[in-house]
């Protein structure tokens, strides 16, 4: 495993979307890039939450982010954002498919790990280490600051 902070720096990319890789300095996490990782904080503890960030997969082969894992919370999914008879939901997916030499913005609205059930209330400052599972990339291990629960990203 691999444990990786903020890695790369990119231009903006909309939530959910793709831009191509390229341009930044950045520290490889295997073959995978991870940037600007960052969690909502709960109200208490049995709350939800999401977990939001950049993944650049700057190699010529697709991968996929099949899994994410974390003890601090009972379930660990990956979902989507789908508009249904005009409402927004949460649905889970199977895996988020990361193409080549692109990155994919995992952001509120959009895609993300959703926490489900955390067993201790997230406060702004604090942080986690989540697990991160990959087709081919394997495990990486990042940290994930959490942020005030209006959440927002400060483009740091």
Partial sequence: ???VGVV???GSVSAGGRSEVGGGAGQPAGEIQIARPWARATTNAGGNTGAYMRIGNPT???DRLVEARWDGARKVELHTHLMEDGMAR????ADIPLPPNEIVELAPGGLHVMLMGVTEALKEG????LTLVFERAGEVEIEVPVRGMTGGHSGN
């Fill in 60 to 62: 010529a082969e697709a």
């Fill in 126 to 129: 604090d942080s986690f280490v």
């Fill in 90 to 93: 949460m649905r889970q997916v």
């Fill in 1 to 3: 495993m691999v444990l």
């Fill in 8 to 10: 790369f720096a990119v």
